[in-house]
């Protein structure tokens, strides 16, 4: 073995990094040095990720890579969590890229739908972002990365901004196994306001001609939000959150979550929850929070992105949320992720669920992914420590005193029928038609039936833990599922059973009168009420505005 | 053209709606509006619902069957304009408007 | 953390029509007219598919108002975004000829509105021009005629010009009033010329502020049913003249108007222009400072 060589991949970089040189490229790259700065350090067949997220993304390395000549650089291999703007697309239709793993596809899954069915994408997998992360340092590792920053120094320190979303586990995999990290930054600076990335990891930077974009994904007008949300996060407050005493939690990004928040400081604290619930939680700053943190119920917050519009109120209150020496949240989805994980609750909502309890937000047109729910939306078995809400759902669910393994409670919060009268419930996945037609070897399924333990609808809330046996958590599916036709077909005297245990609850068996549900109960009815909340910190885009 | 369905449930309750004609919600995407009249209807309760969603008759008649078993009550006219509402708004809109003529 | 919580007390722009009436009159006074149970329905919808509202998507009736007698009419934004149909047109021209007829101390239109109702097309663009007649001849009986607009549609196409055929107009900051929606002058002149889906501006230059701060607006109030009903209290029994003299002078102001400000892309421009030296905070003011701020710096009805 003595005449093998180590240091193959060291040797490459170093190569690819002398091309760039006699190109005339320093660490330093103008914009319309781009094209050239990819030619010389691209092979074909790289593995490649050019950041994209929830919030921002390198769309402009993306657009220049889309137009390099596809002689040149073909069947690249993107390992990226998010591709949810056209150009991330662009490249495999110019014949550039070729092979995709990946975790979100949001707006362009009909588009992606597509190109795999015509063979211009090969999928390896859709991932869940901690395993996509993870293979990062395994088998996944990019050879060339693009990451998308504030700013940067001429020395190529890093800033990424309060998004930092992505980036350290793209960084530190690509850096740390001789690949070639290329910043995108909005501006150059004399000096970064923090060093996310410190200059001997990053290769080059590229000024961009314009800002990276941003997409303010996570801000829900309460202005929206209806009266049956507001019954159901009536429903989970009273049902789920103050029989558990659920301090640790996630939420999911949707209007019937962002109602719960809403009515944190006034149902939940004229039920004298405050302090008890929703003191911890992984999420990011959705602009509906600030009313719970302003009258107290949030002690701490972790955030995997950050959210347009909220940076000077974050900054302003960094007890609760993670800020940087410079005042500017630190983001960090990785982390995020995992600690959202190993937390005591997930809810959020879905688009389908069938009799097993097992949903997916994948219909039979689109390919999109799960984004960070199945992540958060499972039962941790690696978890040791105890909680009160981790034990009673294992005595739940086992029958037993002193249950030899703790329960984390994955909510799904669902109205039996979405708008246009599709109901929510059915007895088959589109999933699996999905995995037919795309040849997958599993079914696209968000969230496990055996996984979940409470499913809220207006009708009621099935709690899977309390059922024994598939019987049983069928007909608790049912009872919960309404005037939809799986619902229309439960067993009257079973679901009687199961509610006389517990297993399915009314609004009325848990002192809910529905006539109640309205939307005087919401601590913020629109969005100057947020900012009015914030005391003027919260600055939203222009497109929430309507003064 | 909107879907005209028409129900007629015989109750057993006669006697306790005395007050005038009311009306709740509004008919808008995904809403109804519920008129709701004390009529002489022999001891039914009759209900109309004209919709523009296709193909929910089935859904109206388990929704309307279940009303009617928790609000027995006779000689009452209920006229129901739909823009697609989910069950869960119909009934919502339903207790809203039985409140306003019981006292429930 | 505060020590008061600023919940939210109850929002003009979120009650539905009935609620808006039942907010602002006497409580227990109002009679309707044409009610839901008459069932004058549109005879057009049903042929596109389209539900029909028993009202028609308007609500007139008689009422007191602070012990005065007064009519109200209310368009229902849920139903068709207020737009203007055969009926529902025909019960606010009907309700102004009534007023002119039996002299109360205002009518109070509370406008929500897209405009004309497409579906109707020409039976909705005649009851417009109906209704702008019978507010002329409303007020030419000497009954003052209010127009109140806060609500989330706001007044636009044919009920604006309905709107500034009124006495007063009465806004909140929430309200919008213009001839052409945003989309429309988009469609028409392109994103670059004006981004409908930038609603800050939309504001800025349809908004309550910016049209109290031109005169088009008599009284800015803030989103509380109870503040409209101060102001229009204040309003009843006064009747503007409506002659030669002022429509010349109306149309000399405007024409200045038109000369100041008519090269300005934004609202913040002419606000500028105005004398307000920091323009882009006033859209952030809540109304009483904002009050405090323009006092003497906006423009006013010739």
């Given at each position: 073995?003595?005449?093998?060589?180590?240091?193959?991949?060291?040797?490459?970089?170093?190569?690819?990094?002398?091309?760039?040189?006699?190109?005339?490229?320093?660490?330093?790259?103008?914009?319309?040095?781009?094209?050239?700065?990819?030619?010389?350090?691209?092979?074909?067949?790289?593995?490649?990720?050019?950041?994209?997220?929830?919030?921002?993304?390198?769309?402009?390395?993306?657009?220049?890579?889309?137009?390099?000549?596809?002689?040149?650089?073909?069947?690249?291999?993107?390992?990226?969590?998010?591709?949810?703007?056209?150009?991330?697309?662009?490249?495999?239709?110019?014949?550039?890229?070729?092979?995709?793993?990946?975790?979100?596809?949001?707006?362009?899954?009909?588009?992606?739908?597509?190109?795999?069915?015509?063979?211009?994408?090969?999928?390896?997998?859709?991932?869940?972002?901690?395993?996509?992360?993870?293979?990062?340092?395994?088998?996944?590792?990019?050879?060339?990365?693009?990451?998308?920053?504030?700013?940067?120094?001429?020395?190529?320190?890093?800033?990424?901004?309060?998004?930092?979303?992505?980036?350290?586990?793209?960084?530190?995999?690509?850096?740390?196994?001789?690949?070639?990290?290329?910043?995108?930054?909005?501006?150059?600076?004399?000096?970064?306001?923090?060093?996310?990335?410190?200059?001997?990891?990053?290769?080059?930077?590229?000024?961009?001609?314009?800002?990276?974009?941003?997409?303010?994904?996570?801000?829900?007008?309460?202005?929206?939000?209806?009266?049956?949300?507001?019954?159901?996060?009536?429903?989970?407050?009273?049902?789920?959150?103050?029989?558990?005493?659920?301090q640790r939690l996630n939420h999911g990004i949707g209007f019937g979550t962002a109602a719960?928040?809403?009515?944190?400081?006034?149902?939940?604290?004229?039920?004298?929850?405050?302090?008890?619930?929703?003191?911890?939680?992984?999420?990011?700053?959705?602009?509906?929070?600030?009313?719970?943190?302003?009258?107290?119920?949030?002690?701490?917050?972790?955030?995997?992105?950050?959210?347009?519009?909220?940076?000077?109120?974050?900054?302003?209150?960094?007890?609760?949320?993670?800020?940087?020496?410079?005042?500017?949240?630190?983001?960090?989805?990785?982390?995020?992720?995992?600690?959202?994980?190993?937390?005591?609750?997930?809810?959020?909502?879905?688009?389908?669920?069938?009799?097993?309890?097992?949903?997916?937000?994948?219909?039979?047109d689109r390919i999109t992914g799960f984004g960070g729910a199945p992540n958060f939306g499972?039962?941790?078995?690696?978890?040791?420590?105890?909680?009160?809400?981790?034990?009673?759902?294992?005595?739940?669910?086992?029958?037993?005193?002193?249950?030899?393994?703790?329960?984390?409670?994955?909510?799904?919060?669902?109205?039996?029928?979405?708008?246009?009268?599709?109901?929510?419930?059915?007895?088959?996945?589109?999933?699996?038609?999905?995995?037919?037609?795309?040849?997958?070897?599993?079914?696209?399924?968000?969230?496990?039936?055996?996984?979940?333990?409470?499913?809220?609808?207006?009708?009621?809330?099935?709690?899977?833990?309390?059922?024994?046996?598939?019987?049983?958590?069928?007909?608790?599916?049912?009872?919960?599922?309404?005037?939809?036709?799986?619902?229309?077909?439960?067993?009257?005297?079973?679901?009687?059973?199961?509610?006389?245990?517990?297993?399915?609850?009314?609004?009325?068996?848990?002192?809910?009168?529905?006539?109640?549900?309205?939307?005087?109960?919401?601590?913020?009815?629109?969005?100057?009420?947020?900012?009015?909340?914030?005391?003027?910190?919260?600055?939203?885009?222009?497109?929430?505005?309507?003064? | 053209?909107?879907?005209?369905?028409?129900?007629?449930?015989?109750?057993?309750?006669?006697?306790?709606?005395?007050?005038?004609?009311?009306?709740?919600?509004?008919?808008?995407?995904?809403?109804?509006?519920?008129?709701?009249?004390?009529?002489?209807?022999?001891?039914?309760?009759?209900?109309?619902?004209?919709?523009?969603?296709?193909?929910?008759?089935?859904?109206?008649?388990?929704?309307?069957?279940?009303?009617?078993?928790?609000?027995?009550?006779?000689?009452?006219?209920?006229?129901?304009?739909?823009?697609?509402?989910?069950?869960?708004?119909?009934?919502?809109?339903?207790?809203?408007?039985?409140?306003?003529?019981?006292?429930? | 953390?505060?020590?008061?919580?600023?919940?939210?007390?109850?929002?003009?722009?979120?009650?539905?029509?009935?609620?808006?009436?039942?907010?602002?009159?006497?409580?227990?006074?109002?009679?309707?007219?044409?009610?839901?149970?008459?069932?004058?329905?549109?005879?057009?919808?049903?042929?596109?598919?389209?539900?029909?509202?028993?009202?028609?998507?308007?609500?007139?009736?008689?009422?007191?108002?602070?012990?005065?007698?007064?009519?109200?009419?209310?368009?229902?934004?849920?139903?068709?975004?207020?737009?203007?149909?055969?009926?529902?047109?025909?019960?606010?021209?009907?309700?102004?000829?009534?007023?002119?007829?039996?002299?109360?101390?205002?009518?109070?239109?509370?406008?929500?509105?897209?405009?004309?109702?497409?579906?109707?097309?020409?039976?909705?663009?005649?009851?417009?021009?109906?209704?702008?007649?019978?507010?002329?001849?409303?007020?030419?009986?000497?009954?003052?005629?209010?127009?109140?607009?806060?609500?989330?549609?706001?007044?636009?196409?044919?009920?604006?010009?309905?709107?500034?055929?009124?006495?007063?107009?009465?806004?909140?900051?929430?309200?919008?009033?213009?001839?052409?929606?945003?989309?429309?002058?988009?469609?028409?002149?392109?994103?670059?010329?004006?981004?409908?889906?930038?609603?800050?501006?939309?504001?800025?230059?349809?908004?309550?502020?910016?049209?109290?701060?031109?005169?088009?607006?008599?009284?800015?109030?803030?989103?509380?049913?109870?503040?409209?009903?101060?102001?229009?209290?204040?309003?009843?029994?006064?009747?503007?003249?409506?002659?030669?003299?002022?429509?010349?002078?109306?149309?000399?102001?405007?024409?200045?108007?038109?000369?100041?400000?008519?090269?300005?892309?934004?609202?913040?421009?002419?606000?500028?222009?105005?004398?307000?030296?920091?323009?882009?905070?006033?859209?952030?003011?809540?109304?009483?400072?904002?009050?405090?701020?323009?006092?003497?710096?906006?423009?006013?009805?010739?």
């Amino acid at each position: 073995m003595n005449d093998m060589s180590w240091g193959t991949l060291a040797d490459d970089k170093a190569a690819r990094l002398d091309e760039a040189a006699r190109n005339g490229l320093g660490k330093i790259v103008a914009a319309d040095q781009a094209e050239t700065l990819l030619v010389s350090v691209l092979r074909p067949n790289d593995r490649i990720c050019i950041e994209g997220n929830n919030q921002k993304h390198a769309d402009f390395i993306s657009e220049v890579l889309s137009d390099v000549d596809p002689e040149v650089i073909h069947d690249l291999h993107v390992v990226q969590s998010n591709l949810a703007l056209p150009q991330h697309l662009d490249l495999f239709e110019h014949g550039v890229a070729k092979r995709l793993d990946f975790c979100y596809a949001g707006p362009q899954g009909i588009r992606m739908a597509q190109l795999i069915e015509d063979g211009v994408i090969e999928i390896g997998a859709i991932h869940t972002y901690l395993e996509l992360y993870a293979r990062y340092f395994v088998d996944l590792t990019p050879r060339v990365s693009v990451v998308a920053v504030e700013a940067a120094d001429r020395e190529g320190n890093l800033y990424t901004g309060p998004n930092t979303e992505d980036t350290p586990p793209i960084v530190e995999a690509t850096a740390f196994k001789s690949g070639i990290v290329i910043a995108q930054a909005n501006r150059i600076v004399d000096r970064v306001p923090r060093v996310d990335v410190p200059a001997d990891w990053t290769d080059f930077v590229v000024e961009a001609p314009r800002p990276h974009y941003i997409e303010p994904i996570f801000t829900r007008d309460p202005a929206a939000i209806t009266e049956i949300q507001i019954l159901m996060a009536m429903m989970v407050i009273r049902g789920i959150y103050e029989p558990y005493g659920i301090q640790r939690l996630n939420h999911g990004i949707g209007f019937g979550t962002a109602a719960i928040e809403l009515i944190l400081p006034t149902y939940a604290r004229d039920l004298g929850l405050l302090g008890k619930i929703c003191n911890y939680m992984s999420v990011n700053p959705c602009p509906t929070l600030i009313p719970a943190l302003e009258s107290g119920f949030i002690t701490s917050i972790h955030s995997a992105g950050s959210e347009l519009g909220m940076e000077d109120y974050v900054a302003a209150r960094s007890d609760v949320f993670f800020c940087g020496p410079d005042g500017s949240l630190r983001s960090n989805r990785a982390f995020c992720q995992l600690a959202g994980h190993f937390s005591d609750l997930f809810i959020g909502s879905t688009l389908q669920i069938d009799t097993a309890g097992n949903s997916s937000t994948a219909t039979s047109d689109r390919i999109t992914g799960f984004g960070g729910a199945p992540n958060f939306g499972c039962d941790s078995r690696a978890r040791r420590h105890a909680s009160d809400p981790f034990l009673q759902a294992a005595r739940e669910e086992t029958g037993q005193e002193s249950p030899q393994r703790g329960r984390k409670l994955v909510v799904q919060l669902v109205e039996t029928f979405r708008e246009g009268g599709q109901p929510v419930f059915t007895e088959r996945l589109d999933a699996w038609d999905i995995q037919k037609r795309f040849g997958m070897d599993l079914p696209p399924i968000m969230i496990h039936g055996d996984d979940v333990t409470h499913i809220v609808t207006e009708e009621g809330i099935a709690n899977l833990l309390l059922c024994r046996g598939p019987d049983e958590r069928e007909q608790a599916i049912r009872a919960v599922a309404g005037y939809t036709e799986v619902g229309r077909r439960r067993d009257p005297k079973r679901v009687a059973d199961l509610r006389r245990r517990g297993a399915v609850r009314y609004p009325s068996d848990i002192g809910i009168d529905t006539r109640l549900a309205s939307r005087s109960l919401l601590a913020a009815r629109s969005v100057r009420d947020l900012v009015r909340w914030s005391g003027g910190l919260y600055d939203p885009p222009a497109r929430f505005r309507n003064w | 053209m909107t879907t005209l369905l028409e129900f007629e449930f015989d109750n057993v309750k006669r006697g306790n709606t005395r007050r005038a004609a009311q009306i709740v919600g509004v008919v808008g995407s995904g809403q109804l509006e519920v008129l709701i009249e004390p009529a002489e209807l022999d001891g039914k309760c009759e209900i109309v619902v004209e919709t523009s969603a296709q193909g929910f008759d089935e859904i109206w008649r388990s929704v309307l069957d279940d009303f009617a078993a928790q609000y027995p009550v006779a000689d009452l006219r209920i006229s129901i304009n739909d823009g697609g509402a989910t069950p869960a708004v119909v009934n919502l809109r339903l207790q809203q408007a039985i409140a306003e003529v019981l006292d429930v | 953390m505060s020590d008061v919580l600023p919940i939210p007390q109850e929002s003009y722009l979120e009650l539905s029509a009935r609620q808006r009436i039942a907010r602002i009159c006497d409580k227990g006074t109002f009679t309707e007219i044409c009610g839901p149970e008459a069932r004058r329905k549109s005879p057009h919808l049903a042929t596109f598919g389209m539900p029909s509202a028993f009202d028609d998507g308007l609500i007139v009736g008689e009422a007191r108002l602070d012990g005065r007698n007064i009519m109200v009419a209310a368009q229902e934004g849920a139903f068709m975004g207020g737009a203007v149909g055969e009926v529902h047109g025909a019960k606010l021209t009907g309700l102004l000829l009534r007023a002119a007829d039996r002299a109360p101390d205002a009518v109070v239109i509370l406008a929500d509105s897209g405009g004309v109702r497409l579906h109707e097309a020409n039976a909705g663009l005649v009851a417009v021009g109906e209704i702008q007649r019978a507010i002329f001849t409303a007020r030419d009986a000497g009954v003052p005629v209010i127009a109140v607009i806060g609500s989330a549609n706001g007044c636009y196409g044919g009920m604006s010009i309905a709107a500034r055929s009124c006495d007063w107009v009465v806004m909140s900051g929430e309200g919008r009033l213009s001839v052409s929606g945003p989309e429309v002058i988009e469609s028409a002149q392109g994103a670059g010329e004006f981004d409908a889906r930038d609603r800050a501006l939309v504001w800025r230059t349809m908004g309550g502020r910016h049209r109290y701060l031109m005169g088009d607006a008599d009284r800015l109030v803030a989103d509380d049913p109870g503040a409209f009903r101060s102001e229009i209290v204040s309003l009843l029994g006064q009747s503007r003249a409506i002659t030669l003299e002022t429509l010349r002078a109306r149309n000399t102001e405007l024409k200045q108007r038109i000369d100041t400000f008519g090269a300005a892309r934004d609202g913040t421009e002419i606000w500028q222009a105005m004398g307000h030296s920091d323009p882009w905070r006033l859209p952030e003011l809540e109304p009483d400072p904002f009050q405090a701020a323009v006092d003497g710096k906006r423009r006013k009805r010739a």
